[in-house]
């Protein structure tokens, strides 16, 4: 658990007096460099997360260690993530919790990876499963970056729709397009009243996962679920919804394992 004190190593958050964010790391003797302002990591590490940075330079900025959220955005990746808004919905309606075991297909650039292992905390399991082994590789890279090292997470570079190792486990999480196919894995995988959750973007994948839960004596109670986030403006007496909003990004569907 991180402290108040900004350290040698972290993934930090630059905000500019505009609310631009930038991500980098802090390492000590090494400098920062955004839009021609110069930072000295060395006058960062150290101080109160928050804190204020480049003094006589052109610009200044305020450091934070990024939230999930802020990260999401901010982060390069190989494949389109799974935003906050409906990582939040992933982790309530999955009912993840401390201690449990939770498979994941598909690891992207290992967002929702993060999201699932603080989910389980140090005494539960994730275990993952990935085709590519480039995609398995940011992913580890990623979460041990902006998590740290962590020991209760394994990976396998393999195909899920073939087979999923691990039995009696509380949740299986996908992000597939072909979830559908995943049906009986995780049916031989989850414990009796564990739960199922997919993520998929279009109407159709949706339907095909509908159709097999309901085609299925294993999964059922399917609820399937869409998030849409708006913000809003608020300066002065001006408090309006923004003209932009996050809307449509991907569908969430839970299911529940019955036993015989």
Same mark, same amino acid.
């Given at each position: 658990? /991180?402290?108040?004190?900004?350290?040698?190593?972290?993934?930090?958050?630059?905000?500019?007096?505009?609310?631009? @964010?930038? =991500? /980098? @790391? =802090?390492?000590?003797?090494?400098?920062?460099? #955004?839009? $021609?302002?110069?930072?000295?990591?060395?006058?960062?590490?150290? @101080?109160?997360?928050?804190?204020?940075?480049?003094?006589? !330079?052109?610009? +200044?900025?305020? &450091?934070?260690?990024?939230?999930?959220?802020? =990260?999401?955005?901010?982060?390069?990746?190989?494949?389109?993530?799974?935003?906050?808004?409906? *990582?939040?919905?992933?982790?309530? +309606? $999955?009912?993840?919790?401390?201690?449990?075991? #939770? &498979?994941?297909?598909? *690891?992207?650039?290992?967002?929702t990876s993060m999201a699932l292992l603080r989910g389980v905390g140090e005494k539960g399991r994730l275990v993952s499963y990935e085709l590519r082994e480039d995609f398995a590789a940011e992913a580890r890279a990623n979460v041990e970056l902006y998590e740290g090292p962590v020991d209760n997470w394994t990976i396998h570079l393999a195909d899920a729709r073939h087979g999923i190792n691990e039995r009696s486990v509380d949740r299986v999480f996908a992000d597939i397009p %072909?979830?559908?196919?995943?049906? !009986?894995? #995780?049916?031989?995988?989850?414990?009796?009243?564990?739960?199922?959750?997919?993520?998929?973007?279009? *109407?159709? !994948?949706? /339907?095909?996962?509908? %159709?097999?839960?309901?085609?299925?004596?294993?999964? +059922?109670?399917?609820?399937?679920?869409?998030?849409?986030?708006?913000?809003?403006? &608020? !300066? $002065? +007496?001006?408090?309006?919804? %923004?003209?932009?909003? #996050?809307?449509?990004?991907?569908?969430?569907? *839970?299911?529940?394992?019955?036993?015989?």
């Amino acid at each position: 658990m /991180k402290g108040e004190l900004l350290e040698d190593g972290d993934a930090i958050m630059l905000v500019d007096s505009r609310g631009r @964010r930038y =991500l /980098k @790391r =802090l390492r000590a003797g090494h400098p920062l460099t #955004v839009r $021609g302002t110069l930072l000295n990591a060395d006058d960062i590490i150290g @101080r109160s997360e928050g804190c204020l940075a480049g003094r006589d !330079q052109p610009e +200044r900025f305020r &450091v934070f260690r990024p939230s999930y959220a802020e =990260l999401t955005p901010l982060l390069s990746r190989p494949a389109e993530p799974i935003f906050a808004k409906d *990582v939040g919905l992933i982790l309530c +309606r $999955g009912d993840i919790r401390p201690g449990q075991t #939770v &498979v994941e297909v598909g *690891v992207g650039a290992g967002l929702t990876s993060m999201a699932l292992l603080r989910g389980v905390g140090e005494k539960g399991r994730l275990v993952s499963y990935e085709l590519r082994e480039d995609f398995a590789a940011e992913a580890r890279a990623n979460v041990e970056l902006y998590e740290g090292p962590v020991d209760n997470w394994t990976i396998h570079l393999a195909d899920a729709r073939h087979g999923i190792n691990e039995r009696s486990v509380d949740r299986v999480f996908a992000d597939i397009p %072909d979830a559908a196919a995943l049906i !009986q894995p #995780v049916a031989q995988a989850l414990r009796g009243g564990g739960i199922f959750i997919s993520y998929a973007p279009t *109407v159709l !994948q949706i /339907k095909d996962l509908r %159709d097999a839960l309901e085609a299925s004596n294993t999964c +059922r109670l399917a609820e399937t679920f869409e998030v849409l986030e708006r913000s809003w403006h &608020v !300066q $002065g +007496r001006s408090v309006r919804p %923004d003209h932009r909003m #996050v809307a449509h990004t991907g569908f969430i569907t *839970v299911a529940r394992r019955l036993s015989h």
